[in-house]
């Protein structure tokens, strides 16, 4: 039984400039899919993609720089988007209208997350806090202080239990939901941690960072291990590299940056992107990779959780389907853009995956 790919569809000049990040929601109510891209181009765009067709919605206007990340909420009703004009924006998807805009300070909207519950907003800074902000009130509601540095990287947990931040220096911390109370911090990598995310049943963690390697912890050991660091569950490759207790090893094979991990719905595989070029696709059971794109011709950046931008400036979208086992799973996207923007062909390519 083998896996191939290939381009099932193709969009041309998708926005003027690089891609930074993209989001990714299956309706609840028929078959389609939305994502929300965020470019250097200042704008957020919305598309459709249902019957193999993709078709923009709305292209949303007001960001004064680049849009560095973009988000949907839970419930299919929001998207949230932060830009380097320091402002975090929500827009309703059914009408593309704007809803609230806040001034997130200086630097202080490099990434946003909504909580499971659609409720609140989170968002990294400079100064290693994690800043809460309410989707109703539209203000700050309170902070997470990790003490640390610059975040880069945040992630809920599905259940809504936990937040994890990734720092520019390496570090993990998180953080309890329910008591604003940091539980663990750990000495991750070795360099900035572009990404992490859980698991959908949540008891998994993933970083992906600067050094090349990464690593999945088992969220469960923490629970009964209260106030000890995780445990790593899976490694190959064990290195040495800024030892301590706890460290058991990484999963290796790019060959330069990891930028961004995500896992597919059903727990069984996730994948990561990397400034090499590529986008790796793991089994978590087996601890391998199983396969390897090189369909792009720059860095391959956020986001790969459920969309991927291409080195093209664009989202590229990578459809898992399952026909062997006449099993049915929800689609895997991956997400991916470029570090440069010397690329002259924005597009956004549909790449169907099928088992033979």
């Known amino acids: 039984m083998s896996t191939q790919y290939s381009i099932l569809f193709k969009q041309e000049h998708a926005h003027d400039d690089a891609i930074w990040s993209t989001a990714w929601m299956k309706s609840k109510m028929d078959n389609s899919e939305t994502i929300v891209t965020g470019s250097l181009d200042d704008m957020v765009k919305v598309w459709k993609w249902s019957d193999e067709k993709l078709e923009l919605q709305w292209t949303l206007e007001g960001h004064q720089l680049g849009v560095v990340s973009v988000d949907i909420s839970q419930n299919g ?106 539980l663990h911090t750990l000495e991750g990598h070795a360099m900035p941690i572009r990404s992490l995310t859980f698991s959908p049943d949540s008891q998994l963690l993933v970083t992906a960072s600067d050094d090349g390697y990464i690593k999945i912890y088992d969220v469960l050991s923490f629970l ?38 995500a896992f597919s719905p059903d727990d069984t595989h996730f994948v990561s992107s990397s400034s090499d070029k590529s986008v790796k696709v793991w ?35 990578n459809r898992r389907i399952d026909r062997m086992c006449h099993t049915v799973h929800e689609s895997l996207f991956l997400v991916t853009f470029p570090l440069k923007t010397d690329v002259d062909k924005p597009s956004i390519s549909i790449i169907h995956n099928q088992t033979n």
């Open 77 to 182: 009703a929001i998207a949230a988007s932060s830009s380097l004009d320091a402002h975090i924006r929500l827009w309703e998807l059914d009408t593309g209208k704007q809803i609230k805009s806040m001034d997130a300070g200086p630097v202080d909207a490099w990434t946003v997350a909504f909580s499971p519950d659609s409720k609140y907003i989170a968002t990294g800074s400079h100064l290693g806090k994690v800043n809460i902000f309410g989707v109703d009130s539209g203000k700050k509601e309170y902070s997470l202080d990790t003490r640390g540095k610059f975040i880069l990287s945040i992630a809920y947990s599905p259940d809504g239990k936990y937040l994890a931040s990734g720092a520019i220096d390496g570090i993990i911390n998180i953080f309890d939901i329910a008591t604003g109370k940091l």
């Open 224 to 261: 009964s291990l209260h106030g000890r660091a995780f445990t790593i569950l899976l490694c190959a490759d064990v290195r040495t590299h800024r030892q301590h207790a706890n460290l058991a090893g990484t999963l290796s094979g790019h060959g330069s940056w990891v930028l961004n991990v």
């Open 283 to 317: 089994d978590v059971s087996s601890r391998t990779c199983v396969n390897t794109f090189f369909d792009h011709q720059d860095q391959v950046r956020e986001r790969v959780v459920l969309v991927q931008a291409s080195g093209e400036k664009s989202p590229q979208i």
